[in-house]
């Protein structure tokens, strides 16, 4: 049975329509094939291309470990963090804009017509509104269900003890990365790891949920830290050594206290300090850094605790030892005189030397470590033990390792550098001229002398506690063992003793209670002037001492940079040795250090 | 046009003589043999219901994707589609049920609706993300008057040519060619020029050509023709700056890919990385904001993603069968008239489906049409279900030979489904 084909017309119809179908075929197998291609052939291709588009990844931000201190025998925590929101907007998605602009000024304050100028920004997605926004006030903008509006968490480092220690903490940048101080030597320890989210995504990026081939790694937050620092130690150091700066107008200045016998750090103090929680106003950059680590100078006298040090170990001198001293050298063509207390040309002794500040007298010991006196001349044997001190002992011109951005190595002439006046040059490093150091170096190398001989690995942190709680105590780590002899720290704990009671006579706040040991030694320093040469007006005012009882408990190291003082005064007594005492009076009256029993 | 004036008067002529919905055929076409009417072509119906089903669960798939952004309900998209559909099965019946000597009687007042609604959409302000005058739109209603001009385009060159090929005249210039190149140039100037149309214009044109072929317009006249066509072709696309950026888009899709060549570039990677057995129906990436048009013009990229080779075979075999049903309803058409409308919707459909599907695999550019029954949108589903109502009613009537040993036995067979 088929359809009638009567007609022609009928005929020739059914003949045009299988032509008809055969085209409309041969065009389905074309796309067959060509599908066949794109989805079987090309399908590996097509799946990484559509990959590289749609997936995305994702940091998820890790919590910020927080960083403790000691309080007495408490822990507190003395850096937080705060979640605080920065409110955006989509100008393409805003409707109502003066409205929307009204409610940002009755919140957020400012101007109204403002917002409503940034609402209105023409062909932009996302425009900030406001940076730190509080929960509270994010809640009540995002309340009203704004479409355009929206804002995103962040946190930020909040400072219960406001510029506390500021320098040594460091600061977070926009960034989230820590800059400078703890935070940036301590970055990997404090910030985490960020999780990460591997997602196949929308095109405005965002993940989505029903796609199984999202990974998921959780973040792992970062360790708190808790400093060896004592937050009380440290906020009256900060005081003392204002007041003290400020006293002889000076423009800055450090201060470090260090425990000799473990090389943890109880205070470092600069001034002038500032606000962490408000960097962003701080102008001149190098407020950031952390002087005490970060800036070295030409130590001055205070180095002789070192040469005098040096030379007991070597058993050139002897605690009793006297000398002649002609008040002046000749090395190398240069003229080696005394700068402070000058005691004129005569018998001499180690306690003379230190007590009198004598360039000469140091100078002097360095020609018994290798040269003659009789010569004006310091040998190369003498220039290769000193040298062995001075780094390989006192660990100077390296950098100590502790955990601050910013360390300075400091800067020591080496012995076999045959240029001319390498003599001189080892001269006047035997009394911290021609050399440079920072306060913490000082601190560490003459604690070492002081505790027995052993370095102490210079350290802000006590201990790093996991997310998971677990505690890593920093045991002291011992660098050097042998920096000089045992019997070296008594000797040079005595001469110390002596001197400040010597200057004691004339100084009312260098009086202490006999049940403590309170030693130190002055340095007025010569300033390098950029030209070649020393400023014959500016001088840095340094300071090294201890307090204790029946042993060494705390190193003290003050630097005052160019105080402005009368003529007749020197910078170590008159600038850096009233900060000193003040630091020794406090530890002592606020009962840190422990008396002899 | 004149002719529509004289085809009112025909059919009021003829209408007394008419026993069913049919006109009676002209005793040189008919012969003797009757019109049998019988059960109509429920495969059709099938077809037609699976194909909507594959679309509108498309749409549901990606009904969330599409909302993203948009300000509304999860489903938004798949309930408009669906109130489309039941729409478009009430036009599907009505024309279905209304006779066809009706319809052949209203086609003027169709053309006269198409062209009063070309008219609106050219002179209505056009929204900002579609800037071309095609749309009629009333709150958040919008109509296509391009859809309604096919269908009326297409009754009105049915009966046109059934009666040019009854007087015999279908081989004359001035009779029959010239009025169809007149119609095809108004056409371009209008929907291709005005309305920057040119997808559609297409559509329009290979429909009145196929049905013109159908009708046995002699070959040389289809071939000056389509040299007409082709000419006006190559002089639309190049004298239009866009049109010819877009012509080097589709020669260099992944040149282009992030700037013109988007669509291009992200409708081959939906369809290439659906792979052999695609992603699976709620795991389209692409329709989420990637590929423009998801919905619409790039749902077939969408549904290759979503269910690969094995898919898109699947479809391609359910249009091949509907098609094929269509062609079926052509050859059995019990007039000419009726097998001219058959036809005619058989290559508009074909070709609508073809242009898109190709434009999706970069076998051709991209033109904004729609996969017929699959795409959302509207005006495509309401007119696409009214021409499948027509072409149901039609698949009730065939014309059998009555010869020996045969007593209409032809019914029981169609019946039956067997040929």
Redesign the interface.
């Known amino acids: 049975?088929?359809?009638?084909?009567?007609?022609d017309?009928?005929r020739?119809?059914?003949a045009?329509?299988r032509i008809?179908?055969g085209v409309?075929?041969l065009?389905?197998g074309?796309?067959?094939t060509?599908?066949?291609y794109?989805?079987?052939i090309?399908?590996d291709?097509?799946?990484k291309?559509?990959l590289s588009?749609?997936l995305t990844h994702y940091q998820i931000p890790a919590a910020r470990g927080l960083i403790e201190a000691h309080q007495g025998n408490s822990i507190v925590p003395i850096v937080l963090n705060q979640t605080l929101y920065t409110v955006y907007a989509d100008p393409a998605l805003i409707k109502n804009v003066d409205h929307v602009a009204d409610t940002l000024a009755s919140v957020l304050g400012g101007n109204s017509a403002t917002y409503a100028q940034q609402l209105r920004t023409p062909n932009s997605r996302y425009v900030v509104i406001a940076h730190k926004v509080s929960e509270a006030n994010k809640l009540t903008l995002l309340k009203p269900k704004y479409?355009g509006l929206g804002a995103q968490a962040q946190d930020y480092r909040t400072y219960p003890d406001g510029a506390l220690a500021s320098q040594l903490l460091g600061f977070v940048d926009n960034s989230s990365t820590g800059r400078y101080g703890i935070e940036q030597a301590l970055e990997g320890t404090l910030a985490g790891t960020p999780g990460q989210l591997k997602a196949?995504?929308?095109?405005?990026g965002?993940p989505?949920a029903?796609?199984t081939g999202n990974t998921l790694t959780p973040p792992v937050n970062g360790s708190n830290v808790v400093l060896t620092i004592d937050t009380g130690i440290q906020e009256q150091t900060e005081e003392i050594l204002a007041a003290g700066v400020q006293n002889v107008k000076a423009p800055s200045g450090s201060a470090v206290i260090i425990d000799p016998n473990t090389g943890a750090i109880k205070a470092m103090a600069n001034y002038p300090a500032y606000d962490p929680s408000n960097y962003g106003s701080v102008t001149d950059s190098n407020l950031f850094k952390n002087a005490a680590v970060a800036t070295p100078i030409e130590v001055g006298s205070i180095m002789k605790t070192l040469t005098v040090s040096a030379g007991l170990d070597q058993g050139v001198i002897q605690q009793n030892t006297s000398y002649y001293d002609p008040a002046s050298w000749t090395v190398d063509g240069y003229k080696i005189t005394n700068i402070e207390q000058d005691g004129g040309p005569g018998q001499q002794n180690l306690a003379t030397i230190l007590n009198l500040s004598l360039n000469t007298g140091a100078t002097w010991i360095l020609m018994q470590m290798g040269g003659s006196a009789a010569a004006n001349k310091i040998d190369q044997k003498g220039r290769d033990a000193w040298y062995d001190y001075m780094v390989n002992h006192y660990q100077l011109g390296k950098k100590t390792g502790i955990e601050q951005g910013y360390e300075a190595s400091g800067l020591i002439q080496k012995p076999n550098d045959n240029g001319a006046g390498i003599d001189l040059t080892y001269a006047n490093s035997a009394f911290g001229q021609a050399m440079t150091a920072t306060p913490l170096q000082m601190a560490g190398a003459v604690a070492s002398v002081l505790n027995g001989g052993t370095y102490y690995q210079p350290h802000l942190v006590d201990q790093t506690i996991a997310p998971n709680g677990k505690v890593a105590v920093n045991a002291p780590k011992a660098v050097v063992k042998n920096v000089v002899a045992p019997k070296v720290a008594p000797e040079l704990e005595s001469l110390m003793e002596y001197v400040v009671k010597q200057h004691a006579l004339n100084a009312s706040n260098l009086r202490f209670s006999p049940d403590y040991i309170v030693g130190g030694k002055t340095g007025t320093a010569q300033i390098a002037q950029p030209g070649g040469g020393y400023s014959k007006t500016s001088f840095n005012g340094t300071y090294v001492g201890f307090v204790g009882g029946n042993n060494v408990q705390y190193v003290i190291v003050v630097f005052v940079m160019q105080p402005q003082l009368p003529g007749y005064q020197y910078a170590g007594t008159a600038a850096a040795q009233p900060i000193f005492a003040g630091l020794a009076h406090m530890l002592i009256n606020g009962g840190y250090a422990s008396p002899k029993t | 046009m004149g002719y529509s004036a004289a085809a009112v008067r025909g059919a009021t002529a003829r209408r007394s003589l008419q026993t069913a919905g049919l006109q009676r055929p002209s005793a040189a076409e008919q012969g003797t043999a009757p019109i049998r009417r019988h059960r109509p072509d429920y495969m059709l119906m099938i077809l037609t219901v699976a194909l909507l089903a594959i679309g509108i669960t498309v749409i549901y798939a990606i009904s969330p994707a599409l909302a993203v952004g948009k300000h509304v309900g999860q489903n938004y998209f798949v309930g408009r589609q669906l109130m489309a559909i039941a729409l478009g099965l009430v036009m599907f019946v009505a024309a279905a049920k209304i006779p066809f000597r009706v319809w052949r009687q209203l086609y003027p007042t169709l053309l006269v609706i198409a062209g009063l609604a070309t008219l609106i959409a050219l002179v209505l302000p056009v929204s900002a993300n579609y800037p071309a005058h095609r749309w009629i739109r009333l709150g958040s209603l919008s109509f296509q008057s391009v859809e309604l001009l096919k269908l009326a385009l297409l009754i009105w060159l049915a009966d046109f040519l059934a009666r040019r090929v009854r007087d015999g005249t279908i081989a004359d210039t001035q009779k029959t060619l010239k009025p169809i190149v007149f119609v095809v140039l108004a056409v371009g100037l209008v929907v291709a020029g005005v309305q920057s149309d040119l997808g559609s214009t297409g559509v329009i044109v290979t429909m009145m050509g196929g049905m013109a072929f159908m009708a046995g317009l002699p070959m040389k006249r289809l071939m000056l023709i389509a040299g007409i066509i082709v000419l006006g072709t190559v002089l639309a696309v190049s004298a239009i700056p866009y049109r010819r950026e877009r012509l080097l888009t589709f020669l260099h899709p992944e040149a282009n890919c992030l700037t013109t060549g988007w669509q291009a570039c992200q409708a081959l990677i939906a369809v290439g990385s659906g792979g052999p057995v695609g992603l699976g129906l709620g795991r389209s990436v692409q329709a989420y904001g990637y590929l423009p048009e998801a919905e619409n013009d790039a749902i077939f990229a969408i549904y290759a993603e979503k269910f690969g080779f094995v898919g898109v075979t699947i479809l391609l075999a359910l249009f091949v069968a509907f098609f094929a049903r269509l062609k079926r309803i052509v050859d059995r058409a019990p007039d000419n008239f009726s097998r001219l409308v058959a036809a005619g919707i058989l290559v508009w459909l074909a070709t609508q489906a073809f242009v898109n599907i190709g434009a999706m695999i970069g076998l051709l550019p991209l033109k904004g049409i729609t996969l017929p029954l699959i795409s959302y949108g509207g005006s495509s589903v309401l007119l696409t279900l009214a021409a499948l109502g027509l072409v149901f009613q039609i698949s009730r009537y065939t014309k059998y030979v009555t010869g020996a040993g045969n007593n209409g036995g032809g019914y029981a067979d169609s019946r039956n489904g067997r040929r």
Not at chain 1, 1 to 7: E, L
Not at chain 1, 200 to 204: A, C, L, R, S, Y
Request: charged share 15%; net charge positive.
């Open positions: 049975m088929q359809p009638t084909v009567s007609s017309v009928a020739k119809a059914l045009r329509s008809l179908f409309l075929m065009v389905v074309i796309f067959m060509r599908l066949f794109l989805q079987v090309r399908a291709y097509y799946h291309v559509a588009d749609q479409p196949v995504t929308d095109i405005n965002v989505l029903a796609d």
